[in-house]
């Protein structure tokens, strides 16, 4: 018998099992064509249905106004952290950056390739937090003001929507927590992210923009990019990555049949809770240096060992894990330690087992 295996990869991460079992039938005969999903072409009847049904159930999950477009676009997260200022920064020339991690970091960097990145925070040497609002300075002239939900690097998470001046877009990247909580759409100028880690497998990224913000880009916006030929051609200006929005499409209608947005929340504190309260509890074996109130739901970062962590052990924690079926927990290198990524597909089950396994690890390994 195979061993059972949980798979905690930060993306590309684990897809549902039975839309896995249901994509491997369609590889070769997409519901009754002669032909493979991968082959459709884009502007075949079939693929129309299948772009129709992804828009149809991400507006439906999500609460998705009329006044918002929906797009699927090209380029990742990363090709967002270009597109957000060309198709927005003309309005005043600069815009707001709120960095806690890694990912708005760099998303503040290439902003300013495009014009003027105030960073609404004091630079910080480690991210541990979402600090005070009274720190923060906001400038009521931006073009809009840009946060990163879910910094999965670090593991911080913000619990509310940030407070931004009146008629300053809110612009956020939810790649890492898309469809894991309900998100008030109306709040947003935008919102999007990368599929490959909540909602499908890499190649696609899942654009919400309103509708009054995509009708001024740069000159120098390159096409793939622009906001305007994109939602004018219903995001299919150029041939668009098929199969990953149809697998979109499969685990967003998986998450419709499990509940929904609020159900996946549901999961997802308790998945979180279960792996807190044994770091919390441990008495300093596991730690966390992620302020309480920020810690991410979906990316929990802790070290292992006393005094703040010891690499030998690590990576014994990493190797053993392994050994257990329980893979991908290395934490990113750039703060080492471990992160269990708990996004949607992962089970309450497959948290269980981690769970126990830190147990085992704490009574076999403690000073």
């Known amino acids: ?11 590309p991460a684990k897809i549902p099992h039975e839309v896995l079992g249901q994509l491997q039938e369609e590889l070769v005969h997409y519901k009754g064509t002669p032909v493979s999903v991968m082959e459709l072409s884009h502007r075949s009847k079939d693929f129309g249905n299948i772009i129709d049904a992804t828009e149809k159930v991400v507006r439906e999950l999500l609460g998705v106004p009329d006044n918002y477009r929906v797009l699927l676009m090209h380029g990742g997260g990363t090709g967002q952290f270009a597109a957000v200022p060309l198709n927005l920064m003309s309005r005043t020339g600069k815009a707001d950056y709120i960095v806690t991690g890694s990912w708005s970091s760099k998303a503040a960097q290439e902003a300013a390739k495009y014009g003027t990145v105030n960073c609404v925070l004091p630079k910080s040497e480690r991210y541990t937090g979402v600090p005070d609002r009274s720190c923060w300075k906001l400038d009521p002239e931006a073009s809009y003001v840009y946060y990163c939900d879910n910094e999965t690097v670090e593991g911080v998470e913000f619990q509310s ?16 927590n898309y469809f894991t909580r309900p998100i008030d759409v109306s709040k947003f100028g935008l919102l999007y992210g990368g599929a490959q880690k909540n909602i499908g497998c890499a190649g696609v990224t899942l654009v919400i923009v309103r509708e009054d913000l995509i009708t001024n880009p740069l000159p120098v916006c390159p096409t793939v990019l622009d906001y305007t030929v994109m939602a004018k051609n219903k995001s299919l200006y150029n041939t668009p990555p098929t199969f990953p929005i149809h697998v979109m499409g499969e685990v967003l209608a998986w998450v419709k049949k ?27 074996f596991y730690s966390s240096v992620v302020t309480p109130s920020s810690r991410s739901r979906v990316n929990v970062v802790f070290r292992v060992g006393e005094d703040g962590g010891n690499e030998e052990l690590e990576t014994k924690f990493v190797d053993q894990a392994t050994q ?19 996004y949607n597909a992962i089970t309450v089950d497959d948290v269980h087992r981690l769970a126990e396994f830190m147990k085992k690890f704490l009574q076999e390994n403690k000073v």
């Open 1 to 11: 018998m195979a061993q059972q295996v949980s798979y905690f990869s930060p993306g």
């Open 161 to 176: 929507v940030p407070d931004v001046p009146e008629g300053v877009p809110l612009v956020c990247d939810v790649s890492s």
């Open 324 to 342: 257990c079926g329980l893979l991908s927990l290395k934490g990113h290198r750039s703060v080492g330690g471990i992160r269990a990524s708990l």
């Open 258 to 284: 499990e509940g929904g947005v609020k159900e996946m929340e549901r999961r997802s504190v308790e998945k979180s809770r279960m792996i807190y309260s044994i770091v919390d509890e441990s008495n300093g």
